[in-house]
């Protein structure tokens, strides 16, 4: 085994910093000159893309379309939800000038939009003809955070909301449903993060939201991460921004709402799961390049005319190949593709062909195959994308796994929470005191509701009352 | 010949209403609760859908990357550049409190994102092995107009801003063309739009550049309209944001700059250019959905059941179509496919079956076409798409044509401006004075200089010395 990637600090020693040196030396994002914001660089908004590329195509399959609302909302129209404001109300930012002028009133730069959706639904929803509307959009949002990471949290950040309303609340929370199934799925095929989804507590759940569902992932070190939420709202929005309409009976009704949202942040997710002391290390399910082809021995024609016939029948197949016939040494190749998680490296070396052999690399374990060079490389290219993938979820959940605990009371609690921290297992009577009180240790937060698991105990890990929920408990970013 | 859609203004009582009426009766777009800020609906935002995967796809094979810088920018950073800041600090929102706290710092929201890339460069080109650096943001911006406008001008729109940096002034401006060239091509080829292309004078150029390159179109009405502008910077920018690199003869040198961008305003020129009393009309090859079957007779099988069958060959021939098969009356349905621009209607009526036909309606000319029905209907529809968009781009040339006009002296020019407006050529001294004087006419501006053109006089149009530019002249939106 070759050393380890000098640039990124090791993950065992220091795990804030091997998660900063990744985003840096796999050229991710970059810190900018705007406190609290960063630059996505191309290498990170290409997962970005793909994660867009694949959920759009999911999101129009289920019939919603895209749209685009404006990016300030004036403090008066923000006011009118009394818990959304209050919610939002210390972490917006305000344009108190434009054109030179003071401006009569502040707007705030979109924290979410909820409150402009409700507002073009108040003008365009009057009958029930005009249900279910089905909208999302992608766009920046900003909230003003005190302390920021890249991706994980930064002041402006790139996502997608959907906003829907319908005639009956069955159908709300059909969506909401769905919409938390999307994300779950999208985590577990593609991402290759065995996250688990439950319900938000009371105390956790979206600010104006009747209930919250939530996707939680696990990272590397045990600390977890809210990734993709979906919001029922019932009537509270509707009512509070006055959208009636007129039903088939032609009485006038308030209509339900949901929303649902996942962020830049995945991209976060996907290297503190994944991701090693070489640099990041992408499922190929989301890796923008799964394949790159290393030419090997300067002046030798064989190589690069293998690597590009290669290529077009790997591109031809859909696999996204490249070429790196740079004029770096072979080493810093090898180095470079891995610190940028490609999939699978090929390298093509003279001497390598005339003992009739090609050298396949796998990124997630470091392998390396030897392989006729007749095979047919497209098919075993393809069979190895699809175990790379498959092997990535297993060991991801295993460490999951590892990292998932029963606690039957407090002491429970903290050893854990001292010790190694991760997905907590514990009953809870749902007083919110309890929450508070087990926030004390290390800022443990309830995670979410297994609605379905079975219970672990019949008392409340906290206060020894009866309990009503099975939560999952851990520390979070 | 049916009436004209009752809801919208015909164009020839009133231009300027009957586009707003288009743009909402098709549902484009709608005015918001923030002043001077749209609500992009579903309709609209398909077709900035549409340009984008055009456009990026085009980009990329010419070895542009996406990346995202952030939204905000420090005032500081911003007064580097003097020509810059003074060009847009009229313009600028200012965000002056965050978090419950008035900031130290104003952060004005982009305008555009010069100031951002060179922070970036300043940090990350360092050698000539980083150059060239191509990139590209699809984002939105903000710029505090007091007359707005739905696409055309709004104090928000979407767009998307390519920056370059190169080694050499040759290679620069070799991207500035090529850029421009991309955005001509897209206006003919795709957007059927015969736009002209030049170079922009002094006094109109962008603040900072040595030298801007426009894409103008015109208006059914002869307004003219700037589509898309590539900017050639040299080294002003890296000179007042100090990025230096060390040349391949270990030197050091500032490199120079580009940058290039066009916006969701080309969907206020589709409308104005090919749209007519009936609603939007749309370019096959940018049309969301390019084909609608509308089934008729209730309760009868065959039409329903021979849309689903068509709607299936079309769609697996790439040819992006929809059936109606709601409850509305198809005259209705008629009207609906006709406001929202949809290139072909195909009606298959019960009675129509029995005699063995198919209607075909082509949405530009509202030509009614009965074929027989056993035709190859994949293969007539391709023709017919062909047909349209040919014949779209053909008549909005020919009524370019019809708006184009030679001004000999300022007389001309006045009578031209009095009584039909479009693209004017004149000869120009060089002079701003002049510039400044033709303005006085109705506020017309140069468009710009077409540099390879002949010259149609000797003399300048307005001051009557040595002409130096063949110059387009015209109102502009």
């Known amino acids: 085994m070759e050393k380890e990637n000098k640039a990124i600090t090791s993950r065992d020693v220091d795990f804030a910093k091997w998660y900063t040196d990744v985003v840096k030396n796999a050229h991710l994002a970059d810190y900018s000159s705007v406190k609290g914001c960063i630059v996505i660089e191309p290498n990170g908004y290409a997962l970005w893309e793909k994660m867009q590329e694949i959920l759009d195509k999911e999101f129009k399959k289920l019939g919603h379309v895209n749209c685009q609302m404006p990016l300030l909302i004036p403090e008066n129209l923000l006011k009118k939800e009394t818990e959304l404001v209050n919610g939002f109300a210390p972490e917006v930012a305000w344009v108190t000038e434009g054109g030179n002028k003071k401006l009569e009133e502040r707007l705030c730069i979109r924290p979410t939009s909820e409150t402009l959706f409700c507002d073009y639904y108040h003008q365009h929803v009057k009958s029930h003809r005009d249900l279910p509307k089905l909208y999302n959009q992608w766009c920046n949002v900003l909230r003003w955070e005190k302390e920021t990471r890249p991706f994980l949290r930064s002041r402006e950040f790139l996502w997608q909301e959907g906003h829907t309303i319908h005639a009956t609340s069955e159908e709300a929370e059909a969506e909401t449903k769905q919409m938390m199934d999307v994300y779950y799925r999208f985590h577990h095929d593609i991402l290759a993060i065995p996250s688990i989804q439950g319900k938000k507590t009371e105390k956790e759940k979206f600010s104006g939201a009747e209930y919250t569902l939530t ?38 009704d308030y209509p339900y709402q949901t929303s649902w949202g996942i962020t830049t942040r995945m991209i976060g997710a996907l290297i503190m799961v994944h991701s090693d002391d070489y640099g990041l290390v992408l499922p190929p399910k989301i890796a923008p390049k799964q394949v790159v082809l290393i030419p090997i021995g300067k002046d030798a024609r064989e190589p690069l005319e293998l690597a590009q016939k290669l290529q077009k029948e790997l591109v031809a197949n859909n ?11 072979p080493g810093y190749k090898f180095a470079e593709s891995e610190v940028n998680g490609i999939p699978i490296r090929i390298e093509i070396g003279k001497r390598d062909l005339e003992q009739n052999k090609l050298i396949f690399v796998r990124r997630d374990t470091r392998e390396k195959i030897e392989v006729a060079k007749d095979i047919d490389v497209v098919k075993y290219t393809k069979g190895l994308l699809d175990t790379i993938q498959k092997e990535m979820y297993e060991r991801a959940k295993k460490r999951r796994d590892q990292l998932t605990f029963e606690a039957h009371n407090l002491e429970d609690m903290e050893r854990i929470l001292n010790t190694q921290p991760g997905f907590i297992h514990a009953m809870w009577c749902g007083d919110e005191a309890c929450e508070e009180k087990i926030k004390e240790i290390k800022g443990c937060k309830s995670r979410c509701i297994l609605e379905d698991e079975k219970a672990i105990d019949e008392k409340c890990v906290c206060c020894g009352e009866k309990a009503k929920h099975h939560v999952v408990w851990g520390i979070q970013y």
């Open 319 to 329: 696999i996204t190949t490249y070429i790196d016939d740079s004029d770096k040494s």
């Open 215 to 252: 996707n939680e992932d696990l990272m590397y070190n045990g600390v977890t991460l809210q990734m993709g939420t979906s919001h029922y709202f019932g009537q509270k929005f509707t009512k509070a921004y006055d959208v009636k309409y007129t039903t088939k009976e032609n009485k006038e």
